[in-house]
């Protein structure tokens, strides 16, 4: 029948109405006045089963299968990631997330010339920024280099300041310009996910971006420090360390 077959893709627990499922995700509340229409109730069941599996992706943290799942039935994340923010996407191990990440999104560890720049950078002239997001409208991503965004160096004129005064210190090179990558980024952000927020933007290299995350919640930096260190960023880890005046 359909209400078995429902109940089965739903899993082993029983699903005794629209109701209580959608209370469980926080959907609707279990003693909502709302009767549900037959079309209603199937509308509502979508959801809850659009909903459990981007849970099921975030839980199992597969980002860009998420980002694409969302793509795919016109669902925006924010809804989702703000549902699970304090449950699926919770982050346990920032090594292991760092690295599944950098699987996921092809970013390699920082090469030996990758650090000599890292070591090179004035820690004073880091400055934290708020994030913002890469979008235009609901998917229209703006393909901007990460710098000409949320700049590294606080200045009046930061363009001027990038193409003149910094210039030898541009960090076009190992800079990852993933506009998908970024979007993520924001929307965990955005979201208050602020574990997963923090990782994408290390990715990224949005140094002014993770100062700012770093900022939100002190023990986020006794996570990320022993993560960039078992990973291979240690340039990072120091100079951040650096920046924020604390040992390395």
Known sequence: STSTQQNEVLGSSVVSSPQHQLSALNILPLHSPIQLEDDEEEYFLQELLLARHARRLLAEQRLLEL?????????????????EKCRAAQVDDFADALSRMQIQFGVPSPSPAHNEQVHA????????ST??????????????????????????DH????????HSERLDEWLTADPV?????????????????????????ELPSVLHVLSLDGTLWERLHPALLLCGWQALANKLAERLGVPS
Do not use: N
């Open 121 to 128: 950078l004035d820690p004073k002239l880091l400055k934290p």
């Open 67 to 83: 980002y694409h799942f969302g793509l795919l039935v016109h669902r925006e994340l924010h809804p989702w990631l703000s549902r």
């Open 181 to 205: 990558l970024e979007e993520l980024a924001f929307e965990m952000y955005a979201a208050k996910c602020y574990e997963w927020s923090l990782l994408l933007y290390v990715l990224l290299w």
């Open 131 to 156: 994030p913002r997001s890469s979008r235009l409208g609901q998917h229209q991503l703006l393909v901007t280099h990460p710098l000409t965004r949320s700049p590294l160096f606080e200045h009046e």
């Open 159 to 166: 363009h001027a300041v990038l193409e003149e005064e910094f």
